[in-house]
């Protein structure tokens, strides 16, 4: 006799066909709820402290950040759809799990940007190579670190890559990061870094500047050699001869002057040696001096108040835009800004919104092909959340049940998103279109989006008030002309518009493209 299980989501039961899953905690979950949670999309924490965060916070801006994270509804215990892939090896979930990595093999991701004020290390670029293990360069570093092979895993539906590996100071780094469609770009994703290493410095500090009034004292909490005061974060550089005497000891000050921080001493000038426990300052009361670099504040006094309390320390390293790091893959960033104008036919033009290609762009092909809407523009990844399932927002979507009418210049066409992609987006199900277009094709005059939700709600957006596209090859159909000439064309084509119908919106947007 088989008692049977009831989801404590949906409170579906095991009768009705439907598998369940478990994660760490051993509460057992349906599938498709699972999958809800642990694809949700993840939104990203900007200028969150990823360091001093208290180990709860800690697993909350990791559960947000990481890629294919989520939280048991019952315990609130971190869910990850590796772990669960793990706890059931035979459930339907391992299907779409690649153990190699097939479709990211031959590319590098390439760190583009970095906004990040930190001073842990970065990865310079993460790589896979058409075969053997992946691996990442960090930056100053001279040796490339390989992943553990047996944690190498990719999810094709979420595109979605987690692997592990072993860096210096046996620290294990546990990468998850998901790539845009496509795969331009990392759009979101971390590292969560392990480490039971204690730094000298570790535990928690009162920190003061003589030179500045007596109210300006701050504590501070050092883990694993790294700080955070005032939202900036800080690694200390220490190092030690076989006596245990502390030697080169530093840290940067991130402001514009790059002040450095270094030569620690006791508060007496005397030097220092690690404790007995590898730690320095253990001495109650004992007070430490930095010297700095910087022309106001030239000391800067550390007063032990505990040793460190964790033995294993774990920090969360954002390896994404919202975290100040943009990884790009070189090979695939290819440039689609050649529109033409086509002043005869819808079918040769495209139309974009905010003068920028690519963020849900129009696209009429000249010869026919389907029209389709395109997000090729990597901040529609890096900034706009995944489909509803966890999927990279496609480059192209295609509309189906096109119909055109040349003598009134309308167009209509249907963008499915669940019978296309098999989800919603944002809790989109469809978007039914209408675009009127004016006799030049410069812009779209007037229609509208009726948006279906997965509730079976309606919203409509109107073109020419919630939404301006223009004629993304607007300047071509100039650029032959003198400047008086075109000054002339121009007028004549505003006066054309605006006995079209042009919403005073278009016609503003219009000008200021054209001038
Ligand atoms: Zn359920
Ligand atoms: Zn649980």
Redesign the pocket.
């Known amino acids: 006799m088989s008692h049977s299980l009831e989801c404590p989501v949906c409170l579906h039961n095991q009768d009705e066909n439907i598998k369940f899953i ?6 057992a ?1 349906c599938v498709p709820c699972m999958e809800r949670i642990v694809y949700r999309s993840s939104s990203g924490n900007r200028g969150q402290d990823f360091l001093t965060s208290s180990p709860d916070d800690l697993d909350n801006v990791i559960v947000t950040n990481m890629p294919l994270r989520g939280r ?6 971190i ?1 990850s759809l590796i772990d669960l892939c793990k706890y059931n090896p035979d459930e339907e979930f391992q299907s779409q799990f690649d153990f190699d990595f097939k479709p990211l093999r031959g590319s590098t991701f390439f760190l583009s940007m970095d906004n990040a004020e930190t001073e842990l290390p970065w990865i310079q670029f993460l790589s896979f190579p058409s075969e053997g293990v992946p691996f990442v360069l960090l930056s100053g570093g001279e040796q490339l670190i390989h992943f553990e092979q047996q944690s190498c895993i990719y999810h094709a539906k979420s595109q979605t890559f987690s692997g592990t590996l072993k860096t210096f100071q046996n620290q294990t780094w546990s990468i998850s990061v998901q790539f845009s469609s496509g795969l331009k770009c990392i759009c979101r994703g971390g590292i969560v870094i392990e480490s039971t290493e204690v730094g000298p410095m570790d535990g928690q500090w009162r920190v003061t500047w003589p030179s500045v009034p007596q109210e300006s004292a701050a504590e501070i909490e050092v883990g694993s050699n790294c700080f955070s005061l005032y939202g900036k974060r800080y690694r200390i550089e220490l190092g030690h001869d076989e006596n245990g005497k502390l030697e080169k000891n530093s840290f940067m000050w991130p402001d514009e002057s790059e002040t450095i921080v270094q030569t620690l001493n006791s508060i007496n000038g005397g030097e220092i040696f690690l404790g007995e426990n590898g730690l320095v300052g253990e001495a109650e009361h004992s007070m430490l001096k930095w010297t700095t670099s910087h022309d106001e504040v030239k000391e800067i006094h550390w007063q032990r108040i505990h040793p460190p309390t964790v033995k294993t320390n774990r920090l969360f390293v954002p390896l994404c835009p919202s975290g100040g790091a943009l990884y790009m893959n070189r090979h695939k960033v290819t440039a689609s800004e050649n529109a033409m104008y086509n002043p005869d036919s819808l079918w040769g033009n495209t139309f974009i919104q905010g003068n920028t290609f690519g963020m849900a762009a129009y696209h009429f092909e000249i010869d026919f092909s389907p029209p389709y809407i395109s997000y090729d523009n990597i901040m529609c990844s890096l900034t706009w959340p995944t489909l509803d399932d966890g999927q990279p927002i496609p480059s192209r979507i295609y509309f189906k049940q096109l119909m055109w009418d040349s003598k009134t210049r309308t167009f209509e066409g249907v963008i499915d998103w669940m019978e296309t992609h098999g989800t919603t987006w944002q809790g989109m199900s469809s978007w039914t279109y209408q675009m009127v277009f004016d006799t030049n094709f410069m812009c779209i005059l007037s229609g509208n989006i009726v948006t279906k939700n997965a509730t079976g709600t309606v919203e409509m957006s109107r073109f020419g008030s919630d939404l301006i596209y223009l004629n993304a090859a607007l300047k071509d159909k100039f650029k032959d002309l003198d400047d008086h000439e075109r000054q002339e064309s121009i007028r004549k084509e505003l006066s054309r518009l605006e006995a079209e119908g042009i919403s005073p919106m278009t016609e503003y947007l219009l000008q200021d493209v054209l001038s």
């Open positions: 478990v994660g760490p905690c051993r509460h979950i048991c509804p019952m315990c609130r215990g869910l």
